[in-house]
């Protein structure tokens, strides 16, 4: 289930598993440094994936459907478990697994293609690959200083292979029989090529020894768990929260999640003797989306607070390091808490929006928060777009807002519509007035984007001075400002409040009091969001005034309504207001399927 650790695996073939939703289903293979092992879904349903993880829960790589429709993955054990997910579009979907930790040999048949090259963070890394004749693999180090390193390979079988290190040293090895050099890197980093010859398939293992002052260093295993107290919204979950191993330089060691309850196993190397501590960082992810919230800009440390320092004292049967540990101890005082609120709290927005983006362009980017306490930059809290976007979140006395849910999900909602839909707001000040209609529509969807996150209308934001609540079920069409434009066509300047009230209209199914929905609509996030996200994009047809606006919505939302909603859909805006010509007589429009 989504949020819960990844169940481990070994040897074997698994049958009658069941498809989670979300998330799908995590798992770890049982597998020592080195090995590698093979991981098959047979006869896999049609949108069924089968993907590889890294610590952090992101895809690294996605196994390739055969003709037989079964999903092949082949997986490396360095000095973390190798972690894999199963997904689909179908929940309950019933699936078997395969474990092989003796995968077949390469095929060497047709032309080869060099593997891609690996890179080699940090010392104690270990790897196996399978090389054919002729083929080469570039190990890439990396060092924070001119790097040494120790490393040893081994081939098996009658595979000769040639070791060549950045100072043109090079050693073959014959008979499977390991031998070890050390590299001396000039630079910052440095590359070691590996190259087979001789025997087909066969395999060459890998590791690294010895790091750039030959320091003896051993693996350690933190079992612990992150507890809340009270003091924080009732809500607040750590699932997907990073738990870091930090050395006294506050170099990262290694990364883990936090599941729902909280738990971590963090596994890190560390010279011996050496005094460690685990952070718990303001960070979070989701799928292959990062979310940081730190004091300065994209890319520098977040806040974290110690979780563990020193040497853990309990032990398990396994030798690993347990610790109880607990976190947000003083929620008025500890500037790190409440910047873990706004990461959990993006991260869970994301988690409830993925089942409706579409794709991007690319990776998606970091969503970044900003924010210091008792500070914030000319805007207060803004979303800043660009390559990489920026959501600028308050922290002066006067208006905090790193407890303000609906405040964080409204800027994360300008984010998913910059990075998947689309987005022309100019951005500027908006205060309810009437404005240009693609501004209009930027803040109006991300009203109605943080009610739907929350599941209510009333919108809070908490302030020194008084507690403001928007209430965008209550702009009602008497409302002058959430009714009508200002020349009554779809292209005159209109407010946020008719934007986001008639999405609420269009979305809830009773009235705020629990009585009847007075406009006799309750469309499905699925049909609005949809609307919205898929091919918003690529659109190349414009609706009412240039660029994305609530009229380019409706066209849409139009050509996925049944008849008998569309006409509900046409008298809640005549209600409003709001004339919108030729409603539904083209789907032609890329916003539309």
């Not at 009658?16 to 047979?42: I, K």
């Not at 890190?268 to 992810?285: E, M």
């Not at 853990?312 to 976190?327: F, M, P, R, T």
Request: hydrophobic content about 45%; charged content about 25%.
């Amino acid at each position: 289930m989504p949020g819960l650790p990844a169940a481990r695996l070994g040897a074997g073939r698994y049958e009658g598993l069941v498809l989670c939703t979300g998330d799908g289903d995590t798992f770890e293979v049982d597998a020592a440094p080195g090995e590698v092992w093979r991981v098959l879904v047979p006869d896999a349903a049609d949108g069924q994936v089968l993907e590889r993880l890294d610590a952090l829960g992101r895809v690294n790589e996605q196994a390739l459907r055969t003709a037989e429709g079964d999903l092949i993955l082949t997986l490396l054990a360095a000095f973390d478990a190798p972690r894999f997910r199963v997904r689909g579009p179908t929940p309950a979907q019933l699936y078997a697994l395969e474990l092989d930790d003796a995968p077949p040999p390469a095929d060497c048949e047709g032309p080869l293609v060099n593997p891609p090259a690996i890179l080699v963070r940090s010392s104690f890394e270990a790897g196996t690959v399978h090389l054919c004749p002729g083929q080469t693999l570039s190990l890439i180090f990396a060092a924070q200083t001119r790097g040494r390193a120790l490393l040893c390979v081994e081939a098996s079988g009658s595979t000769e292979v040639l070791v060549s290190g950045p100072d043109r040293a090079s050693a073959r090895l014959v008979d499977a029989r390991p031998e070890c050099f050390r590299v001396d890197f000039v630079e910052e980093v440095g590359e070691v090529d590996v190259s087979a010859f001789g025997g087909l398939g066969s395999h060459v293992r890998w590791d690294v020894r010895e790091d750039a002052v030959g320091e003896r260093r051993r693996e350690r295993v933190v079992l612990g768990r992150v507890r809340v107290r009270d003091g924080v919204p009732e809500d607040f979950s750590p699932a997907g929260l990073i738990v870091s191993a930090v050395d006294p330089g506050s170099n990262v060691l290694g990364d883990v999640l936090l599941d729902a309850l909280g738990r971590f196993s963090l596994r890190f190397w560390s010279p011996v003797g050496q005094v460690n501590a685990a952070a718990l960082r303001a960070a979070a992810n989701f799928e292959d989306t990062l979310i940081t919230v730190s004091p300065s800009g994209v890319g520098t440390l977040p806040w974290s607070v110690f979780v563990l320092e020193g040497e853990a004292a309990v032990a398990n049967a396994e030798g690993a390091e347990a610790v109880e540990a607990l976190y947000l101890l003083d929620p008025e005082t500890t500037l790190e808490v409440p910047a873990l609120h706004v990461a959990a709290t993006a991260r869970a927005g994301l988690v409830k929006v993925a089942p409706y983006l579409g794709p991007t362009a690319g990776k998606a980017p970091p969503v970044h928060y900003h924010w210091r306490p008792a500070r914030a930059v000319e805007c207060g809290t803004c979303f800043v777009p660009g390559s990489l976007p920026v959501i600028e979140l308050s922290g002066t006395q006067s208006d905090p807002d790193e407890w303000d849910q609906a405040v964080i999900l409204h800027e994360l909602a300008h984010y998913v519509a910059a990075v998947y839909g689309r987005d022309d707001s100019p951005g500027g000040r908006h205060d309810g007035g009437r404005v240009t209609p693609v501004l209009a529509w930027s803040e109006g969807f991300a009203h109605f984007f943080a009610a739907w996150q929350l599941d209510d209308p009333r919108l809070v934001d908490r302030r020194a001075a008084e507690i403001l609540i928007t209430d965008i079920d209550a702009w009602s069409s008497s409302d002058p400002l959430a009714s009508g434009t200002s020349d009554g066509t779809a292209r005159g300047d209109v407010s946020e409040r008719l934007v986001g009230a008639l999405l609420w209209d269009l979305f809830d199914g009773t009235a705020i009091d629990g009585g009847p929905d007075d406009d006799g609509l309750s469309l499905s996030a699925a049909t609005l969001l949809g609307s919205f996200f898929e091919g918003s994009r690529a659109s190349t047809l414009d609706f009412g005034a240039p660029g994305m606006d609530l009229t380019d919505f409706l066209q849409a939302l139009a050509c996925r309504t049944s008849v008998e909603d569309r006409f509900g859909l046409e008298e809640l805006l005549l209600e409003r207001a709001f004339i919108v010509e030729g409603l539904g007589e083209t789907c032609l429009s890329p916003l539309s399927p």
